[in-house]
């Protein structure tokens, strides 16, 4: 089954401190992963894409296979960076576009 | 100025009345799709249409039915059918070309 989990549903750090957000993945093809992120008051917006392997402010992810994992990271968290983040999977050869997301993590960046 | 527009913001339904909730775009986008976001449920799969005049069901279709007949809406109808509509719904397009969606802002749908 094509599945998404993302474990912590809140986690919470410092101003400067690293971040870390979970994402593990079961699918049977070759999968795409998506970062989502949903500011305050804002509409959800793509953060990265594994296929890309860009940095989009100071956050990284990484395609494990042997894994099935594609957490977020960034070396020092922002309190900007406060936000609920989702992982999303997308099958490489699918045609219909259907994104399968996590259940959420909200970051909260404390000063 | 280019997006996906959905409307109403809120929306307040009575026990056993149908809604429709829009969504525009005006990105030219094929594919579209409508999500329901729950808290600790992350998004799930509604409807979506690869090209005018179709469309197929997601995860959760049961109360639910959508049309596009134009490639710009994609309007979506919580029936009374629909036992818990009370949640936030997103619409989102994407490119042939690009991957990753665009979403609207979304609407608030509450039962009363």
């Known amino acids: 089954a094509q599945r998404v989990t993302q474990p912590e549903k809140l986690l919470s750090v410092f101003k400067g401190a690293p971040v870390e957000l979970k994402c593990n993945y079961s699918y049977s093809g070759s999968p795409e992963l998506f970062w989502y992120v949903q500011y305050s008051r804002q509409r959800l917006q793509l953060l990265l894409r594994?296929?890309s392997r860009e940095s989009i402010k100071g956050f990284t992810a990484d395609l494990n296979k042997g894994e099935t994992s594609f957490h977020l990271k960034k070396p020092f968290a922002q309190e900007e960076d406060s936000a609920m983040y989702y992982c999303a999977l997308s099958g490489a050869s699918s045609n219909t576009g259907k994104l399968i997301f996590g259940q959420g993590t909200t970051l909260q960046v404390k000063p | 100025d280019g997006g996906i527009t959905q409307s109403p913001k809120y929306l307040f339904r009575k026990e056993g009345q149908n809604v429709t909730l829009s969504c525009e775009q005006n990105?030219?986008?094929?594919?579209m799709y409508w999500y329901r976001q729950d808290p600790g449920q992350g998004l799930r799969l509604i409807y979506y249409?690869?090209?005018?005049?179709?469309?197929q069901k997601g995860d959760i279709a049961e109360g639910y039915s959508v049309s596009r007949e134009k490639k710009e809406s994609f309007p979506l109808t919580v029936t009374s059918a629909q036992k818990n509509p009370t949640a936030f719904y997103l619409c989102?397009?994407?490119?042939?070309?690009?991957?990753?969606?665009?979403f609207g802002s979304g609407t608030r749908l509450t039962v009363v």
């Open positions: 989102a397009s994407k490119s042939a070309v690009h991957h990753g969606y665009t």
């Open positions: 249409s690869q090209i005018v005049n179709d469309f």
């Open positions: 594994h296929i």
């Open positions: 990105l030219n986008h094929d594919a």
